[in-house]
């Protein structure tokens, strides 16, 4: 295709890639360090913290984000400064009932989860919460205007300072306290909400009194995007909320060791995700819903490609790579990472179908499957992890995850006759024509 070629696309691309590499490694790189240098219980009070702050940048981002981003890029000079002007309003409305959401739940979750230190980390977190309502305003902006260069160098100043942190106080041998990691989120917070605004500024034009046309606007269309979102990221943490309130924050830690090794597998998973939605996008509108059953398998099975041997790998040196990436005191997980290392092979299915139902004009149907999904998974995990413990956990959410798949894709066999058993296929034939590109290579060295 002309745009592959193009330099546009392929900086694009590449600083795209290079800002979702980044942020995998320096957070793989947090990980190993503090899961060496904090307790099992300290651990386990952070991963809480993270999936809690999580859920709020996600709030923030799915209200202020998608709506801005589609609304402005086609709109006139004074209409962006209108749809600017109602976006950070909006934007500020979001994160002041965030912060008061914070705190309120800072006391009741510290008790929930037997974590006193909890309640000052996230009295601390709603500083972090407030810088963050420029960060996420000014990388909303360089979306719009495709600046993919500034929000690469942006969110690398706020996760590489950060990262840079903890690798020096693990390096001069310096007691780290949780609070002190907040701390030092919220520094480089605004440095990097400094360093973005250098990117925007001629961009940042707010008006006086924001345009209440705008602002319904743009919340209406966010509504559905929200919920959707919301839901699921609270369905992702939901085995560790409930592993903090029914066991302890130990377990927590124990689990998230094994689950940790997942995040490899989202590199390509979302990567290729954000090719083929707008791909896929365009195929609906020029040959109908059923031209993108080919793009939905096909993508599936590169994905699955893969996860296969991926999953292989984890699950026969299991015990080395705990060992590896979390320390001999973590072993408890190589059962664990057996269970949950199979969601390699799942979670394909389970981000493209929302995502296909999104592309197809269904947002009301995949927001339903995942409430629904998400009622089963807390029941299931519930369940098992009263009656088995910390691997009822693993247990629980493979198959409330498998359920959820089996219900979208009926969906999905009867609105764009999707066959799931074709990504395999799929799969077989990526390692046919690897296979076929390797030999060919070979060949031709040997006649050179």
Request: glycine share 6%; charged share 15%.
């Amino acid at each position: 295709m002309k745009f592959a070629k193009d330099p546009y696309w392929m900086k694009s691309g590449l600083y795209t890639l290079l800002n979702r590499v980044s942020d995998f490694i320096f957070g793989f790189i947090v990980f190993i360090i503090l899961v060496r240098i904090l307790t099992k219980e300290e651990f386990g009070t952070w991963v809480l913290f993270v999936s809690i702050s999580a859920l709020v940048e996600m709030t923030r981002s799915t209200f202020v984000q998608s709506a801005f981003v589609k609304f402005s890029v086609a709109s006139d000079e004074k209409e962006y400064s209108e749809i600017l002007s109602a976006s950070f309003m909006l934007n500020v409305f979001i994160t002041s009932i965030l912060i008061v959401l914070l705190v309120l739940l800072a006391g009741m979750l510290s008790n929930l989860w037997k974590t006193p230190e909890l309640t000052n980390i996230m009295y601390v977190y709603t500083m972090v919460t407030f810088s963050y309502i420029f960060f996420t305003q000014f990388i909303v902006i360089m979306q719009a205007k495709f600046n993919f260069k500034g929000i690469f160098y942006s969110q690398l100043l706020r996760t590489g300072g950060f990262f840079l942190f903890v690798l020096i106080c693990w390096l001069l041998q310096l007691k780290v306290f949780l609070i002190y990691l907040v701390f030092s989120q919220l520094v480089f917070a605004i440095l990097a909400s400094g360093l973005s605004y250098l990117f925007v500024k001629k961009h940042f034009r707010l008006n006086l009194y924001p345009n209440w046309k705008w602002v319904k606007k743009l919340f209406r269309y966010s509504k559905y995007v929200f919920g959707t979102t919301m839901i699921s990221n609270i369905s992702n943490s939901m085995d560790k909320f409930l592993l903090g309130g029914i066991l302890n924050t130990a377990e927590v830690a124990i689990f998230n060791s094994a689950t940790r090794i997942l995040n490899m597998i989202d590199v390509p998973l979302f990567t290729i995700s954000t090719i083929v939605f707008p791909k896929s996008a365009e195929r609906i509108k020029t040959e109908g819903p059923k031209a993108i059953k080919y793009l939905y398998e096909r993508s599936i099975g590169l994905i699955l490609a893969m996860a296969i041997p991926f999953t292989i790998v984890c699950f026969v040196f299991a015990e080395q790579i705990i060992l590896i990436i979390a320390g001999k005191d973590y072993l408890d997980a190589v059962p664990i990472l057996r269970v949950v290392i199979f969601l390699s092979i799942l979670k394909p299915f389970d981000r493209q179908s929302g995502s296909f139902l999104d592309v197809i004009g269904k947002p009301n149907i995949n927001f339903i499957t995942v409430l629904i999904n998400f009622v089963l998974a807390v029941g299931i995990l519930y369940v098992m992890l009263t009656y088995l413990g910390v691997i009822g956990a693993a247990y629980g959410i493979l198959l409330s995850t498998f359920i959820g798949i089996v219900v979208t894709h009926i969906i999905l066999y009867k609105l764009l006759n999707i066959n799931p058993f074709n990504t395999f296929i799929y799969a077989l034939h990526f390692y046919s024509e690897g296979m076929k590109q390797i030999k060919a290579r070979l060949t031709k060295n040997k006649g050179e």
